[in-house]
């Protein structure tokens, strides 16, 4: 029979309880499903997760409820990762849609550089179930930030964060197909062009028939003045 150590169950107890320990133990789980993910799904079991992070998978199940949460916090990792070097890359290019072309590239090279972890981590995204929907929620706005930063151009936040919605969508759909050479990155790029221009279209017909009455306003408030 195998000999349980007190000191075991105690310290285990300790990084459930402990916020510092709890969080070196997340990160440590979620560093090793990454890593296995990239392997492929074989590779990348509870058990096998568990063993990498030097847990025990009964304790693994206390962070995660089942392998597609595990696979959604390595995404949700990843694209804070991403997020935070993109945060550093130049911005200095003026027009919106080259920003989002830009950051699509760079996103989607970045992601498909491992075609396994990319099948890892999107499917379960694709086809969240109830457990892990909260997280499918955070990675989708997290998806949708980094189109929104792209966007930015100092105009109303609303119109923004609605063509950034829709530009992560045709994104997400598309990237498993891309890592596995299905579909082409100029296919994607075109798309999201397209959505882009128009909604750019759009926007500057509507600046243009606003302009007229602002100017009428503007010679109004003179001739009081």
Known sequence: ?????????????????????????????????????????????????????GIAPSTLYRYFTSKDDL??????????????????LDSSESDCCQRVLETTRTLTASLCSSPRFTDAVIRPYLYARAEASALADTVHQQLIQIF????????????????????????????VAISQQRSGLDDLLQRLSLVVSSWQRKHSS????ASPQKAIGGHDEENVA
Not at 71 to 88: G, K, P, Q, T, V
Not at 151 to 159: E, I, M, S
Not at 206 to 209: D, K
Request: hydrophobic letters at 50%; glycine letters at 2%; one cysteine or more.
């Open 148 to 175: 929104y930063t792209a966007l930015d151009d100092g105009h109303a936040a609303y119109l923004h964060r609605d063509v950034a919605e829709i530009l992560a969508d045709i994104w997400v759909t598309n990237v």
């Open 1 to 53: 029979m195998p000999n349980h150590d007190p000191g075991d169950a105690a310290s285990a107890k300790l990084v459930l309880t402990d916020p510092r320990r709890r969080l070196e133990s997340y990160e440590r789980i979620v560093a090793a499903a990454t890593t296995l993910a990239a392997l492929g799904t074989v590779d990348c079991q509870i058990r096998s997760v568990a063993a990498t992070a």
């Open 206 to 209: 509507a600046e243009a028939t």
């Open 71 to 88: 696979m959604l916090a390595c995404l949700h990792r990843w694209l804070r990762d991403f997020s935070a070097i993109s945060a550093e």
